[in-house]
């Protein structure tokens, strides 16, 4: 047994020893001297102080004569604060101020030789800059010269130009007052013509009037002959005479009548209007010009706008009332009476107007009040013709029998008539436009010269309608559109029947009229006034 427990416990010795030894193989240095190297550490940087405060204490007064070359040694950064701290401050602060001394001095060093590359490049790059900035230079002073070389060539080519054109233009000039004069003498020529034309004219009526008075004299006489018996030798002998006169002379009141009466396609239509920049007060106190002015504007004292008139100043005198612009024919209230502005005496004639239109309305008072003064509009109606109107509608409701108010608006309302702004109307030169799109100055298909535009609010007309009078006879427009049919001798739609037209559900807001030379035009063949 003890033999056995011998052996076993030599097995475990074995093994205790393999173990340790295995674990001091694994071992490094510094598991196994790690605590000895620290200590060694420390001893020697605790010598090395106490060297270093030997050495500093023992040449304290030569430190601090050498203090600038001596205090960023290792020895010495310590030390500072004990060797060569100032008045007023600490031997620690002073100790750590040296420190920051040293190591931004110790670092300046080492960064400027770091970045020397980096100063390097950068030296480089401003280089190769001030080289692309001096290229550049070069090519603006080249784009320069190049564009004041450009310069001077297209002055010198328009120089030239200008001493081409400048003489051309001086024979332009030269054409254009030959043309000039030309066009002014035969002007006068055509103005000469046409004043003996009118003398002539004048004259033939004169003689023409003189002879009818004779004659209505010897015919006056002759009847009396003729009462009396034993004078009817002298009768007989009277009316052969008067026969022989007034047969030449019927044939020569026909020939003034039917081939010298041109004046219709010679005259221009009286016109009634104002300047386009004439001021109306609105309902709301505003001021608008009349040019500006829209169909169904309130004008002041609730004067609705029912229709605006534009036509050619042509033709008319204009007339200078108080700073309003009118022609001369326009009819004006002065002291209960109605005259044309010319016969106002506050007006003043213009002897030079250039604006080439004028401008006028339709109210529904038929009234236009500017500056306190009492304008007729466009239709001129006052006075006794409101009156006619009147009875015109009284009689259109049954003589009045029913309660009926008459207003100025109902002229308007029951007798105003336009056409749709669709209808066609055919010109002179083959064409065709729409009546919402003529203009002044067109000519029509029949040599009718348009001389103005009438725009109309088809919104407060009693009706609108589609008229039929007969296989493409067909229009639209207001109640009382005025024109003359052979076939059936009526001259206005409020004429028609109820099988010529149809009432429009749908109203037009605008409808819109012509005015002619000849005081008609054509429509679908019709000829309207």
């Known amino acids: 047994m003890n033999i056995i427990h011998l052996l076993y416990m030599d097995n475990i010795n074995d093994e205790?020893?393999?173990?340790?030894?295995?674990?001091?193989?694994?071992?490094?240095?510094?598991?196994?001297?790690?605590?000895?190297?620290?200590?060694?550490?420390?001893i020697t940087i605790a010598l090395f102080i106490l060297c270093s405060y030997c050495f500093v204490m023992i040449n304290v007064q030569p430190i601090k004569d050498d203090w600038i070359n001596q205090r960023c040694k290792p020895a010495i950064i310590p030390f500072a604060g004990l060797i060569n701290a100032p008045e007023g401050m600490s031997s620690t602060d002073f100790t750590k101020a040296n420190f920051d001394y040293c190591t931004q001095n110790i670092v300046k060093d080492i960064t400027g030789s770091a970045v020397q590359p980096l100063t390097f490049i950068t030296s480089l790059l401003n280089k190769l800059f001030d080289e692309i900035k001096q290229a550049l230079n070069g090519i603006r002073e080249m784009v320069n010269k190049i564009r004041l070389k450009i310069q001077a060539t297209a002055q010198e080519i328009m120089g030239r130009i200008i001493n081409i054109t400048i003489p051309l233009?001086?024979?332009?000039?030269?054409?254009?007052?030959?043309?000039?004069?030309?066009?002014?003498?035969?002007?006068?020529?055509?103005?000469?013509?046409?004043?003996?034309?009118y003398t002539l004219k004048s004259l033939m009526g004169a003689i023409a009037q003189f002879i009818v008075t004779i004659l209505i004299a010897l015919a006056v006489m002759i009847a009396l002959l003729w009462i009396i018996p034993f004078t009817w030798g002298a009768a007989a002998i009277n009316t052969a005479t008067f026969v022989a006169i007034s047969i030449p002379m019927a044939l020569i009141l026909t020939f003034m009548t039917k081939t010298l009466k041109v004046q219709s396609d010679l005259s221009i239509p009286s016109i009634k209007c104002f300047d386009k920049n004439t001021l109306l007060k609105m309902n709301d106190g505003s001021e608008k010009t009349i040019f500006d002015i829209e169909v169904g504007d309130i004008l002041h004292n609730n004067n609705e706008v029912t229709s605006k008139i534009k036509v050619i100043t042509a033709g008319s005198e204009i007339y200078d009332l108080n700073g309003i612009i009118v022609s001369n024919s326009h009819i004006i209230q002065y002291k209960d009476k109605w005259l044309p502005v010319s016969e106002h005496p506050?007006?003043?004639?213009?002897?030079?107007?250039?604006?080439?239109?004028?401008?006028?309305?339709?109210?529904?008072?038929?009234?236009?009040?500017?500056?306190?003064?009492?304008?007729?509009?466009?239709?001129e109606i006052y006075n006794n013709d409101i009156i006619k109107f009147k009875t015109l509608l009284?009689?259109?409701?049954?003589?009045?029998?029913?309660?009926?108010?008459?207003?100025?608006?109902?002229?308007?309302?029951?007798f105003d008539g336009g056409f749709i702004g669709s209808i066609p109307i055919k010109l002179k030169n083959g064409t065709t436009k729409i009546i919402q799109n003529i203009e002044v100055g067109d000519i029509l298909e029949n040599n009718e010269k348009v001389y103005g535009l009438v725009e109309i609010?088809?919104?407060?007309?009693?009706?609108?309608?589609v008229y039929y009078l007969g296989k493409n006879r067909r229009f639209e427009g207001g109640c009382n559109l005025c024109f003359y049919d052979e076939s059936i001798q009526i001259l206005t739609t409020l004429d028609l029947d109820e099988n010529n037209k149809q009432l429009k559900t749908i109203k037009e807001n605008k409808l819109y009229h012509l005015l002619t030379d000849k005081k008609s035009f054509y429509i679908n063949d019709i000829n309207f006034l």
């Open 457 to 465: 609010n088809g919104k407060n007309i009693d009706e609108q309608c």
């Open 16 to 42: 205790s020893y393999i173990n340790i030894k295995k674990m001091y193989d694994n071992l490094n240095y510094f598991d196994q001297y790690g605590s000895s190297l620290v200590l060694f550490i420390l």
């Open 169 to 197: 233009q001086q024979i332009i000039i030269g054409l254009k007052d030959v043309l000039a004069k030309v066009q002014g003498t035969m002007t006068a020529g055509l103005f000469t013509l046409l004043g003996s034309y």
């Open 394 to 414: 009284c009689v259109k409701f049954n003589n009045c029998k029913q309660k009926y108010t008459f207003t100025t608006n109902d002229i308007h309302k029951y």
């Open 346 to 379: 506050e007006s003043k004639k213009i002897e030079s107007y250039n604006e080439p239109f004028l401008y006028c309305l339709n109210t529904t008072s038929k009234v236009i009040i500017i500056k306190d003064y009492c304008f007729t509009d466009w239709d």
